[in-house]
């Protein structure tokens, strides 16, 4: 049994929504089957720089609670370099591998408004590229399924 849970990243997919920041950075869309199986995977990209990222700010948190934050990731086999999914300026570092893989920590909130972002760790960023999809933002304290939103946050009942 799963408990009841909202995502709140409204564009969980649709990493090309003007919603979503693109400082330094392209997404090309629907480029890699992602783990549900679709193509509907994007790759995201940039050529180097100071910090590209891809940012949704304006996130309601209620401070001191638990989130989750979690992001699917996958090479699409070039050099990779160290990458890091920030939320409320708690970091999750990773690097892409040969396989989908979920980036996901717990975080408590210090602040009631933020920001989900994925950006390169380092100022003087090389270029580089890789898979993103399955964006999740949750009010608990572990991931639970992905859960798909188009606009709006989504909440799964139990089941």
């Known amino acids: 049994l799963e408990n009841s849970s909202t995502n709140l990243i409204t564009y969980s997919e649709d990493f090309s929504n003007v919603a979503w920041g693109k400082g330094a950075t392209i997404i090309t869309p629907n480029s890699a089957i992602s783990p549900d199986g ?11 720089g100071s910090f590209p990222q891809l940012s949704l700010s304006g996130i309601t948190f209620v401070g001191g609670a638990n989130y989750t934050p979690s992001l699917y990731v996958k090479s699409d086999g070039t050099s990779q370099v160290q990458h890091s999914l920030l939320v409320n300026n708690v970091v999750v570092n990773f690097t892409p591998t040969n396989e989908w893989v979920r980036i996901s920590d717990l975080i408590v909130s210090p602040d009631t ?9 380092s100022g003087s960023a090389v270029s580089a590229s890789f898979y993103i999809w399955g964006a999740q933002l949750e009010e608990n304290s572990y991931s639970t399924s992905y859960i798909k939103t188009i606009g709006t946050a989504q909440t799964r009942c139990q089941y």
């Open 113 to 121: 408004s933020g920001s989900f972002v994925l950006a390169q760790n």
């Open 38 to 48: 679709t193509l509907n995977a994007s790759l995201w990209s940039h050529s180097g």
